[in-house]
């Protein structure tokens, strides 16, 4: 069908005859055209909403010096994007689609501090995704602990535990502060999420409404999808095959998008978004890990979707992540494969549609991290595999192939699972760092940490500290500055606690115990031959999270003792009731309970010793 465009022009009409008395000298009219064109339609130039890959250069200041060029990378930029340094532009020089310069005043990096650094490009309303840039001094070094009221207890729905399964990080009501977005389930009934404004200081408060979404919410991508400036939601709902829409007010509160949460295959474990087809409108990626596909949605600009044609076929989806990964100037997605053991590259030809790259050597993932680990200015990936506790790196060849890296990132942990990772300098000195959600597969109260990688800047990566503990299962991770000093802070979503851990990059304060040791009595008797067990109540003071070390020693000859389980893991004034069993081969004799002193937190978040002494 031709199309049809309505053109109008204003036309001037100047009278030389004479003049009537109803006539005005000059006489002004439209004139409106109406033109059939065939075989040919006029376009008017859009450009896409850009996206900024990690690292910065530098990724690093630290506080009180110069002035200083920032260089970004990624995709989509267009000459005339600006640079906004915490929402405020900086003066930019395009350079290329893929690179742009800004000039970055001392006045900014005066204090320590972390700066939102975003790309906006002429003609859009949506800005890029958000990377950070630290104002810090870099220390070889990092250790966190517990941030104030961590960890942030969300309750329960009647008899029902909240269970937080996705985290994302973003400021939702343009305080400067980072806020969390919870996606939350619950048994038998539909999950929502729940938002917690940050303070400024580590610490929380709690919107007051719940926003619902489908069951089993597991992953949240975050961008404007309908232009009007504000953060919106998008959520994927693993039992529900669905993802749920919400529309940010710019005050931390969020409306479902209009119509039915649109449908993607069975089983979504991943969302991720970008502008996929170059149109100035946000668009999502979905990892269907039941069906074994993946879903495109391109976004119409006010908060709806339209089902794109159907991408290549790959193998299990289970993580996303999205970047260029061949240097053409158009987004890519890298596709976790859990079951089948490869990763997937999918080349974006900038219309929404994608072509697949050549595959990798094997490996299998869960989670992806995207950054020029490297830096030779090609996209790498990192990889978490949930069936094993390795992580892997693949470097980038800069044509969407990718070659993996043996031993990257040191010895791996035996009867543990890698769940979650996020990707950020940690300590300060330019390097992209990683930090990883470790799963331990001990039977008996098994304790899951997060193991902090920092990156050498050639690709490989030194373990630190494995001593940052966490409640069952941390499936999701989240990077941000959450208490203002310039270090990069994380919170988990771990099922099934009611719990957020809020972990801040500082060292522990004060001296205090991190737990108490209470019994109802002091001793037991125990019949020859015979075994007694003895309960013992471990406290956690102050909001202690971590885990605590047991033993027994001094046992009289003939008797032995034990403590099953070697470890409890406690959690905002959480007891837990351990069992010292004695069993004797001697005639009977009498035990006397011992108790060693409380922690005096030696190390951060883990507890001392705690010990049990018989004479």
């Known amino acids: 069908m031709p199309a049809r465009y309505f053109i109008g022009f204003l036309v ?15 006489v002004q009219f439209p004139l409106v055209l109406v033109c059939l064109l065939s075989g040919f339609g006029l376009a008017l130039a859009q450009n896409p909403v850009p996206f900024v890959s990690q690292p910065l250069v530098p990724a690093a200041v630290a506080p009180g010096g110069p002035g200083f060029t920032l260089t970004v990378h990624g995709t989509g930029f267009v000459s005339g994007a600006t640079v906004k340094w915490n929402d405020t532009p900086l003066t930019t020089s395009f350079a290329s689609s893929a690179q742009l310069t800004a000039t970055v005043p001392a006045a900014n990096i005066m204090a320590a501090g972390t700066a939102s650094v975003t790309v906006l490009n002429p003609g859009t309303s949506a800005a890029s995704n958000n990377v950070f840039l630290s104002v810090v001094v870099p220390s070889p070094t990092v250790v966190y602990s517990n941030a104030p009221a961590s960890p942030i207890y969300l309750g329960k729905t009647g008899v029902t535990p909240n269970e937080p399964l996705s985290i994302a990080a973003a400021d939702f009501n343009g305080d400067g502060k980072l806020d969390l977005a919870l996606g939350i389930q619950q048994a038998g009934n539909p999950g929502y999420v729940n938002v917690l404004l940050g303070n400024g200081d580590g610490t929380f408060t709690p919107v007051s409404s719940l926003f619902v979404t489908g069951n089993c919410p597991c992953s949240i991508a975050l961008g404007d999808i309908n232009g009007d400036g504000k953060l919106d939601l998008a959520v994927a709902n693993y039992t529900d095959n669905t993802v749920t ?43 269907n890990s039941v069906d074994n596909a993946l879903t495109v949605l391109l976004g119409n600009g006010d908060g709806t979707f339209t089902l794109a044609s159907s991408p290549p076929a790959v193998g299990t989806p289970f993580g996303l992540g999205v970047g260029d990964f061949n240097g053409d100037g158009k987004l890519d997605v890298a596709v976790a494969n859990f079951d089948i053991s490869t990763v997937t590259i999918l080349l974006g030809n900038g219309d929404g549609t994608f072509t697949p790259a050549p595959s990798p050597p094997a490996t299998s993932g869960t989670t992806l991290a995207v950054g020029d680990f490297n830096g030779d200015g090609k996209l790498d990936l990192a990889m978490t595999d949930r069936g094993d506790s390795t992580v892997t790196v693949l470097l980038g060849n800069g044509d969407g192939t990718l070659i993996p890296i043996n031993q990257c990132c040191g010895t791996s942990v035996s009867s543990t699972h890698t769940l979650g990772m996020t990707a950020g300098d940690f300590n300060g000195d330019g390097k992209l760092d990683l930090d990883v959600a470790i799963q331990d597969l001990q039977p008996m109260f098994p304790v899951d940490y997060v193991a902090i990688l920092l990156g050498k800047g050639d690709g490989t990566f030194a373990p630190t500290d494995f001593s940052l503990l966490l409640p069952d299962d941390p499936f999701s991770l989240v990077v941000g500055d959450f208490n203002g000093d310039g270090k990069l802070d994380f919170a988990t979503a771990s099922d099934p606690y009611s719990y957020i851990p809020v972990l801040l990059q500082t060292p522990p304060s004060g001296t205090g115990p991190d737990f108490a040791v209470s019994a109802s009595g002091t001793s037991l008797t125990v019949q020859a031959g015979g075994t007694a067990n003895y309960p013992i109540q471990v406290l956690s003071l102050d909001g202690f999270l971590g885990a605590v070390s047991l033993s027994c020693s001094g046992a009289p000859s003939h008797a032995m003792c034990s403590i099953p389980p070697a470890s409890v893991f406690l959690f905002d004034s959480a007891i837990a009731t351990i069992t010292l069993s004695v069993t004797t081969t001697a005639p009977s004799q009498a035990v006397t309970r011992g108790v060693l002193p409380q922690s005096r937190r030696p190390s951060a978040l883990w507890g001392a010793l705690m010990g049990l002494m018989f004479v």
């Open 12 to 26: 001037d009409v100047a009278h030389t005859g004479r003049a009537r008395p109803h006539d005005s000298p000059a």
């Open 245 to 287: 829409i919400l529309l940010g007010n710019g005050d931390g509160t969020f409306l479902r998008g209009s119509g039915s949460a649109p449908s993607v295959g069975a089983g979504p474990t991943a969302v991720a978004m970008g502008d996929f087809n170059g149109d100035k409108n946000l668009d999502l990626v979905v990892a």
